[in-house]
């Protein structure tokens, strides 16, 4: 009895194992950033922005794009491999809108492995700006910017092969120029001082 | 000696063969009925396989729904691009509405046609669908260039010589 008992536990353990291997490893590396935590800051925040576009969505995206237009052709390139884009901004009018944890579940995310910090930068004016990026070997798997300031809470999570060489020449040509690069509120108050 | 009393006990026995017969006559068979003995004790039938078999088949269930509990917010996203407060709309945007009118006259003639309307407001909703995405790609395409572009400046040698001489 004793060993027929063993030999089911042992069946039922691996049987059990084998289902949660692929979950597991599935998990693993996701590039898809979860950010459905952050939701309930849309309530305090004063603009909020919620992007959310799948691979089908890109794909059909994709088919508006004008291949006449320099800047649409360049976007559409750029977005050809992309598997998704995902961004949630906040802002806020006040300070302490947003708790530690509601950044600590991204962090913890991108803290996966295949995940590199690419940049960190923390200045008082613009805050906490982090660049990550996913590997899969040697190609660039997905893309995640964390920037957290005292007023402002922003992931942005593009999943699939990303060039950052071709999304640096976007600058400028999405219809941002200079001075929406710059963080808008303080350029607000010093127009308002001029 | 006659052997017919062997056979079929006839003739003159054997005073041998009747002490033997006396001897193992007491052995010989007595209809009586049958008794069975109730010492047969039901065998206890085990469960164990079966229970394995559904704690396994239950457990991968679990799996599954943990699994389907995590990927619906990587498979089912929200669609739409929501901004609460928007900037106010730019005088460009303007332009935008005589497109849908141009559209107009094209769905009044596929109204006649009953087979092509359909698909004409299929392709017109695809349309529609394609340029919302559009938007929306477009706009966090801004925002991340933005970001990006920050991470820029800030990582930029100008601006760290700056930084530098704010604190020298």
Redesign the interface.
């Known amino acids: 009895?004793k060993p027929?008992?063993q030999m089911?536990?042992r069946?039922?353990l691996i049987?059990?194992l084998l289902?949660?291997a692929p979950?597991l490893s599935?998990?693993a590396q996701?590039p898809?950033i979860?950010m459905?935590s952050l939701d309930h800051l849309?309530a305090k925040?004063?603009?909020?922005?919620?992007?959310?576009?799948?691979e089908r969505?890109?794909r059909?995206?994709a088919?508006?794009?004008s291949d006449k237009d320099e800047d649409e052709r360049e976007?559409k390139k750029?977005?050809a491999g992309l598997k998704?884009?995902?961004?949630k901004?906040f802002e806020f009018e006040s300070v302490g809108q947003y708790a530690d944890t509601d950044v600590e579940t991204i962090r913890t995310q991108l803290r996966a492995p295949g995940w590199t910090r690419l940049?960190n930068?923390t200045?008082k004016k613009?805050g906490m700006?982090e660049?990550y990026l996913l590997f899969n070997g040697d190609i660039v798997g997905g893309?995640a910017?964390l920037?957290t300031d005292d007023k402002e809470l922003?992931v942005?999570n593009?999943v699939g092969p990303v060039d950052?060489d071709k999304?640096?020449k976007?600058?400028g040509q999405?219809?941002?120029p200079e001075l929406?690069?710059?963080s808008p509120k303080p350029k607000a108050k010093n127009d308002d001082e001029k | 000696m006659n052997d017919d009393y062997l056979w079929d006990k006839t003739g003159q026995p054997d005073p041998q063969i009747q002490q033997l017969e006396e001897i193992l006559g007491t052995l010989r068979y007595q209809p009586k009925p049958l008794a069975i003995p109730n010492l047969a004790v039901p065998r206890r039938r085990n469960y164990f396989p079966l229970l394995a078999i559904a704690a396994t088949v239950l457990l991968a269930i679990l799996a599954g729904g943990i699994w389907l509990r995590m990927r619906p917010r990587n498979e089912v996203p929200k669609q739409q691009a929501k901004i609460v407060e928007p900037a106010a709309p730019k005088p460009e945007e303007k332009p935008v509405k005589p497109k849908s009118a141009v559209n107009q006259p094209v769905l009044a003639t596929n109204r006649i046609h009953g087979k092509r309307s359909a698909s004409s407001v299929l392709r017109k909703r695809e349309r529609e669908e394609a340029l919302m995405a559009k938007e929306q790609l477009m706009l966090a395409l801004r925002v991340t260039t933005q970001k990006l572009h920050l991470v820029h400046t800030k990582t930029s040698p100008a601006t760290q010589i700056k930084n530098q001489h704010r604190i020298g």
Do not use: C, P, W
């Not at chain 1, 925040?45 to 799948?54: K, L």
């Not at chain 1, 998704?84 to 961004?87: K, L, R, S, T």
């Open positions: 009895m027929l008992f089911n536990i069946t039922a049987a059990f289902v949660l979950v599935a998990n996701d898809r979860q459905g849309a925040a004063s603009q909020t922005v919620d992007v959310n576009i799948d969505l890109m059909i995206a088919k508006v794009f976007v750029l977005v998704g884009v995902y961004v901004s940049v930068v200045s613009e700006l660049v893309l910017v920037h922003t942005v593009i950052l999304l640096a976007l600058e999405l219809g941002v929406g690069i710059e």
